[in-house]
């Protein structure tokens, strides 16, 4: 017999019929003695409690969640909060405390529970062998401007129509009643047997208030719990523009740099994904990573000399898997339905080289990046890498970087096996060091990038710049764009920002009325020549095709001043806000 005192009184009911059914149990054995003391532990009743009022909340109207996103509505507080702290103690205030973890833990929750990642994920119950009753059931849901949130597509084995995927987020999946592989009998009363999948939108176009589904579930495809991968786009898509994507309406565009929360990997070709800090809870459909490698790869074999980096939007292979075009770029027989769906010139040599590798480089096949936050470490700040073509002002803006507080920003002595001149101080111009122990440790790696300049060798340490972040400083680097395959490591973690040139004519314009002296030539000053400007233009464009995924910002150097100020910005952001990286930096 379960004692059962007043205090339990209010129990859930589900809590009091399983305690009840105890009743029934032989109350001998330590199995049975654990669970009825479980039962009535006063932890499981809160932590029901807080279950059941998050079932109800998102039940009730007046308890739905304004937007799934309050950590990124809190870092954008936070960008603004920065530019206007120091005008008051309250704004400094205010920031301090959005920056606190255990007030970021606790918007990381809600996002959690209005994302309804809280869900406990059960194995589906096996259909018995022997029951030869089909088991249907009947749902209803509401036609509004919102799409249903579901696909459907014709089975290539049973001619039946089945339901292709559900798009986490939206009124299907909310419901919790339709899932993928789910059968399709009939649409508010009309069969759909021998019928299309447009046989089915048409009927689901016409129709009006209340939708009934009459469909058979699926039992050996159960739901899937939402993932928690993040990646940066390296690429734009416009769903558009796809002709291979299931249903336009159903996609989600972006553009490269954009992070995207990958909610479902569970197709081949197409992930179900959202912009991150989107307050659509609806997940949209992009080509998966394997897709959009083989439309690369097919156009890159179409075309070996694009630059422009555009995605292609014909594929080799099959492009969806709802149905596959039986030839590269033929339109795809079939099409799915949403529920509902509305109608070189060569480069001038510098100083600081490695040996150039562009059959390398361009074998890289940037499509997705798997992301993190990472958070900054006081004393520890990441390296500043300015990168872009010669002559477009890189290292200018460093210097002019560098001169706004020189004890903060740091940039290290070079290397170099030249003998040292008379005017000229060891460790402040140059490290100076023999030809064969800088080889030597050119030959160990200990250089991230070096190169010979007059039969003198030249060189940036990696022990150097470790040296200034070691002691609190910000390290600023403007190396050659190919040291970025040295640079751009874990151990590192640089910022890099990409210094663009303006339009020709714009870039022209700035530089004539600034007097710019040619960074080209090493022997004389003088102006830029046409060409020169051309060379930064097409020198610049070839530098973001091949190393475009490398980067974390872009500033177009159009005018100095306005370049320092977003530099300066960027250099803030580096050193006060979690900023997203590649996974495996904060693993």
Not at 81 to 101: F, T
Not at 161 to 189: F, K, P, Q, T
Not at 403 to 425: G, I, L, M, N
Not at 570 to 586: K, T
Request: proline content about 7%.
């Amino acid at each position: 017999m379960v004692n059962m005192d007043t205090s339990t009184e209010n129990w859930d009911p589900a809590l009091t019929r399983l305690l009840a059914s105890l009743k029934e149990v032989q109350p001998s054995g330590e199995d049975v003695a654990f669970l009825s003391e479980l039962l009535q532990s006063k932890q499981l009743h809160a932590l029901v409690q807080v279950h059941n009022k998050i079932v109800a909340k998102g039940k009730d109207d007046k308890f739905y969640p304004l937007l799934s996103n309050a950590m990124q509505v809190t870092l954008e507080v936070l960008e603004l909060l920065a530019d206007v702290a120091s005008v008051s103690k309250e704004y400094e205030e205010l920031l301090k405390l959005l920056q606190k973890p255990h007030f970021q833990a606790i918007l990381c929750t809600h996002d959690a529970v209005a994302q309804k990642d809280y869900y406990p994920h059960l194995p589906d119950v096996p259909s018995e062998a022997d029951n030869e009753e089909e088991t249907v059931k009947i749902v209803q849901l509401v036609k509004s401007d919102e799409p249903l949130g579901a696909t459907i597509k014709t089975d290539e084995d049973t001619g039946k129509i089945v339901i292709a995927r559900v798009m986490h987020g939206g009124a299907a999946d909310r419901s919790g009643l339709i899932h993928a592989g789910d059968e399709v009998i009939e649409v508010n009363g009309i069969s759909v047997e021998n019928k299309t999948p447009a046989d089915v939108l048409t009927i689901l176009q016409n129709s009006e208030g209340t939708i009934t589904f009459k469909l058979v579930p699926s039992y050996c495809k159960g739901g899937s719990r939402e993932s928690k991968v993040r990646v940066r786009a390296l690429f734009d898509y416009d769903s558009s523009e796809d002709p291979y994507i299931p249903c336009k309406e159903a996609g989600l565009n972006f553009k490269k740099g954009d992070v995207l929360h990958i909610v479902s990997q569970d197709d081949a070709y197409w992930w179900q994904a959202r912009r991150e800090g989107d307050r659509v809870m609806r997940a949209g459909l992009i080509p998966s990573r394997a897709l959009q490698e083989g439309r690369i790869i097919h156009e890159r074999q179409t075309d070996p000399q694009t630059m422009d980096g555009k995605p292609a939007l014909c594929s080799p292979s099959a492009a969806n898997s709802d149905c596959a075009p039986k030839t590269p770029c033929s339109p795809a027989p079939t099409a799915t339905a949403l529920l509902p769906c509305k109608s070189t010139p060569k480069v001038k040599k510098v100083i600081y080289d490695i040996t150039e590798n562009d059959d390398f480089d361009r074998e890289m096949i940037p499509t997705y990046e798997e992301v993190a936050r990472l958070y900054p470490r006081p004393g520890l700040v990441r390296p500043i890498v300015l990168v872009g073509a010669p002559g477009v002002g890189r290292n200018e803006l460093r210097r002019r970087l560098i001169a706004t507080d020189p004890e903060k920003y740091v940039t290290p002595v070079p290397f170099t096996s030249r003998p040292q001149k008379p005017s000229e101080q060891n460790g402040r111009d140059y490290v100076f060091v023999t030809r064969e122990k800088m080889e030597q440790d050119i030959a160990d790696g200990k250089f991230i990038e070096h190169g010979e300049y007059k039969g003198n060798l030249y060189g940036t340490s990696a022990d150097s710049v470790e040296a200034i972040i070691n002691a609190g400083g910000v390290c600023v680097l403007s190396p050659h764009w190919q040291a970025l395959k040295m640079v751009r490591t874990a151990r590192m973690r640089p910022y890099i920002v990409f210094i663009r040139p303006p339009p020709l004519d714009r870039l022209i314009e700035t530089r004539v009325a600034a007097n710019a002296r040619s960074t080209f030539d090493k022997e004389c000053s003088r102006a830029f020549t046409e060409e020169e400007f051309n060379d930064i233009i097409r020198s610049s464009n070839r530098i973001n095709f091949l190393y475009g995924y490398m980067f974390d910002e872009e500033i177009v150097n159009e005018e100095l001043a306005s370049a320092l100020t977003q530099l300066l910005k960027a250099a803030w952001r580096v050193q006060s806000e979690p900023l997203w990286v590649p996974a495996s930096w904060v693993q």
